[in-house]
């Protein structure tokens, strides 16, 4: 019976030693603990030992079963630190890898032309507002001197919120001297850039949303000439020293006289081609000496001030800074084209 327990204790720290996962020290341990398990078979055998022998074979089978236990234990402890271990090697990160270097964005050409735009105007005294693209027709049309009636007012060219015609998207940014007149104290010189909106399919030159920026001086004794000046310096500042300008007359309900400016044409110098529809001439913005009665309105006597204002369509500003042919390359937003600048 010694020798049968030799064996089995043999056996047991053998098969023990090879296991590879918890699972199978279960197996094990019923196999030699269990129940019917070998050990137990061989308690069960000692009645046939003489009342001498038993006790000593007792302890020595109590002595085994207590080894195989802590066999077990031990062997346990053993695989589940050799998982972790490998665990951890599996999920090791080697921060010494050289990072994948995120592809930076740049600005879009229109903002890089704006932002210039904001420069050359900051530089003169001028400040930058902001203002609702949601805009009341009161603003837009009443307080800009163009009466019900007036054709920019028809639904056919305007995106109203509702049938009353209260509400709008602004067709242009002048709705902005408005709320600088009502808002700030004389002299005013601003410059307001935002999106429009106009009721216009796309082509190469139209978009139902663009961008202008308006543009106004209210001060004593302003003339025409400071219009001129101002633009003048503008269109050299943002396209080159040398560059040629047009004034010609123009009509808007709230400037008195009116004009548009051209500039040459970038692509061809004046001579006429497909960018400027062969007049050599791309017309950049509408402006005008401040009507009176949009001063009365605003409850200021042109009497004692005067001013000018602009609107310019920062698309075509763009196309022109940066030779651009086409203004739908300006909202495709196509990384190949935006690369670029
Ligand atoms: N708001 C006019 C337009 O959209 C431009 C303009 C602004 C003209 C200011 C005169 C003065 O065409």
């Known amino acids: ?17 090879s296991t590879q996962a918890v699972a199978d020290l279960d197996a094990l341990r019923v196999k030699y603990l269990g129940k019917k398990g070998e050990l137990t078979s061989l308690l069960k055998q000692m009645g046939a030992l003489s009342p001498e022998e038993r006790p000593r074979m007792g302890a020595l089978v109590n002595e085994v079963k207590a080894n195989l236990e802590a066999a077990l234990e ?9 998982a972790m271990e490998a665990r951890l090697k599996l999920e090791a990160v080697d921060v010494t890898i050289p990072g994948k270097a995120p592809k930076l964005g740049h600005k879009h050409p229109m903002y890089l ?11 003169m005294g001028f400040t930058v507002l902001d203002g609702p693209e949601i805009e009341l027709a009161e603003l837009n049309f009443d307080r800009l001197n163009a009466e019900e009636g007036h054709p920019s007012r028809d639904w056919s ?56 920026v308006e543009g106004m001086v209210i001060d004593k004794n302003v003339t025409m000439a400071d219009l001129k000046g101002t633009l003048n310096t503008l269109a050299e500042q943002l396209f080159g020293k040398g560059t040629v300008t047009r004034f010609r007359p123009h009509h808007f309900p709230f400037t008195e006289p009116s004009c548009e400016m051209d500039v040459q044409c970038h692509k061809c110098g004046g001579a006429g081609c497909p960018t400027c529809k062969g007049e050599g001439w791309i017309e950049i913005l509408g402006a005008g000496m401040i009507h009176p009665r949009v001063l009365e309105m605003a409850g200021i006597d042109p009497g004692e001030w005067s001013g000018w204002a602009f609107g ?30």
């Open 113 to 123: 032309a704006l932002d210039e735009i904001k420069d050359i105007f900051i530089g």
């Open 157 to 212: 060219d305007t995106f109203y919120f509702s049938a009353d015609e209260k509400v709008m998207l602004r067709s242009q940014t002048s709705p902005m001297q408005v709320r600088a007149m009502d808002t700030m104290e004389l002299p005013i010189r601003i410059i307001a850039p935002g999106r429009v909106y106009r009721k216009d399919e796309v082509d190469a030159t139209h978009s139902p949303m663009f961008h202008q």
């Open 312 to 341: 310019m369509g920062l698309e075509r500003t763009a196309m022109g800074r940066f030779k651009i042919s086409d203004l739908r390359l300006i909202f495709e937003n196509d990384v190949r084209f935006l690369e670029q600048f």
């Open 74 to 82: 031990g062997q346990a402890k053993k695989l589940e630190q050799a």
């Open 1 to 17: 019976m010694k020798e049968q327990l030799a064996k089995i204790k043999a056996e047991a720290l053998n098969a023990l030693e």
